[in-house]
């Protein structure tokens, strides 16, 4: 591995939780039609909705915390977020007020009527795919079947709308040879944007995400001059670790990292807030419970975030233990910033751990992967 | 602030072709910034249609209080 014993650096940023979001994710339903296999959601075959009025409760801290930030993001998530139908959605939209709202969609669902939605609300919309029919075939209806041609079609409706949309994009296998043709695909569909997730082991999705750093770095750099060769598409990853390594150049690396986490309020269909990891909204566990930090139905967001910025307890507290032991030992803190909790706790059962195997594949092989393409160019 | 003893910075000043590709890096920033309207095109550094802007759910990069 790429590290090994203390680090000398004293890193600033990401010390505590600060009180106020930039940002709340919201799930109006649990459902989605499909069945992907490296989904991590636990209840995506059931279509809980979320009721009006935690959205109207949710829209209460929302619209103070707006009208105090120059930009504040409303993202409506999942289970599929169209499958919550436009009525439900229009209404768990309307009370909030100087957001910008974002919608992650799989795609499958989009016509003419939910485009037309999408323009009258100014919707910044994010899809998932995987790359060519091969690389998305794990991207599946219920029964199996692909869906890789409803993704199509719902793209190509955005598109005959003049939609601009960024892609979300998993991949299960990292290793050379993949990027090149994987960045090819995504200038040709058209995104303004592409995030590349290596598939994690989290939630109900129990594969293992190990891999060669070798292979996975490999990736990494491939993908980096696929970009510089032809940088029309933004990626998420690559330029980061640019950012960083400009960063780092300049002589401030320091400043790259915000000074405290952002809470980062994932709202539950039946209202309860977990903070700071959205994939652990719905998942319980003897030891640490159901990770809620409180419900909107009965505490104010805005007391629920002030509370946990003011005195961690339980998970999150272990979290920021953990936090602290990324910064003490980690040569790659400044560029990460801390393992992911939903990370360190599904991948180690506990959130006062370090390295998790996403930190080796999504930044810590991504870095080197950047620098080796550097070295080579 | 780090201090000069950060072996992985002591790494990336040391690499060649690492300043070239940022150089690279930085113009398509204010190309982009130029295009779009956004960003600052005179320093290069992003502008707001950038990753954060398209995904502020994932949190992988952005888990920046703006």
Not at chain 1, 13 to 42: A, F, H
Not at chain 1, 286 to 300: E, N, R
């Amino acid at each position: 591995m790429y590290w090994g014993g203390s680090v000398s650096q004293a890193w600033t940023g990401m010390r505590g939780i600060n009180d106020v979001p930039s940002y709340v994710i919201m799930q109006p339903t649990t459902l989605c039609n499909l069945d992907c296999s490296y989904c991590y959601l636990p209840l995506r075959a059931h279509d809980r909705r979320m009721p009006v009025e935690v959205a109207q409760a949710v829209a209460e801290a929302v619209n103070v915390w707006a009208g105090d930030a120059p930009r504040f993001s409303v993202v409506w998530h999942g289970g599929e977020p169209l499958a919550a139908g436009r009525e439900h959605l229009a209404a768990l939209m309307e009370p909030f007020r100087g957001v910008e709202h974002h919608i992650q969609t799989n795609a499958t669902l989009i016509d003419d009527a939910w485009c037309e939605f999408f323009a009258e609300r100014d919707i910044h919309i994010g899809l998932s795919i995987d790359g060519t029919r091969e690389l998305t075939s794990q991207r599946v209806l219920r029964g199996g079947a692909e869906a890789y041609d409803r993704i199509l079609r719902g793209i190509d409706t955005l598109k005959r709308h003049g939609l601009e949309f960024a892609a979300l994009c998993v991949v299960s296998d990292p290793r050379p040879g993949l990027a090149e043709q994987l960045y090819g695909f995504f200038v040709e569909l058209g995104a303004t944007v592409l995030g590349v997730n290596v598939e994690e082991q989290e939630g109900v999705n129990l594969r293992s995400n190990a891999h060669s750093d070798d292979a996975v770095r490999a990736f990494w750099a491939e993908l980096t001059g696929a970009w510089r060769r032809d940088p029309r598409v933004e990626v998420r990853e690559v330029e980061w670790a640019l950012r960083y390594a400009g960063a780092t150049l300049s002589g401030d690396p320091d400043a790259l990292l915000p000074r405290r986490h952002d809470p980062i309020p994932t709202i539950a269909q039946d209202g309860r807030v977990v903070l700071l990891s959205p994939e652990l909204a719905g998942f319980s566990s003897p030891k640490y419970g159901d990770f809620a930090s409180g419900s909107v139905l009965q505490t104010p967001l805005a007391r629920i975030v002030a509370d946990a910025a003011a005195g961690p307890t339980g998970w999150i507290a272990e979290y920021l233990t953990g936090v602290e032991s990324c910064r003490s030992v980690c040569p790659y803190f400044g560029f990460c910033g801390g393992a992911h909790a939903a990370n360190r706790f599904f991948e180690q059962g506990r959130f006062d751990g370090t390295q998790t195997q996403h930190c080796r594949n999504s930044k810590i092989s991504l870095l080197e992967g950047v620098l080796d393409h550097a070295r080579a160019a | 602030m780090p201090e000069p003893r950060d072996p992985l910075a002591q790494r990336m000043r040391a690499l060649p072709g690492l300043a070239t590709l940022l150089a690279e890096a930085e113009q398509t920033w204010r190309d982009r910034a130029a295009s779009a309207g956004c960003g600052d095109s005179e320093s290069g550094k992003p502008g707001w249609r950038t990753f954060e802007d398209a995904f502020p759910t994932f949190y992988e990069f952005t888990n920046r209080p703006r």
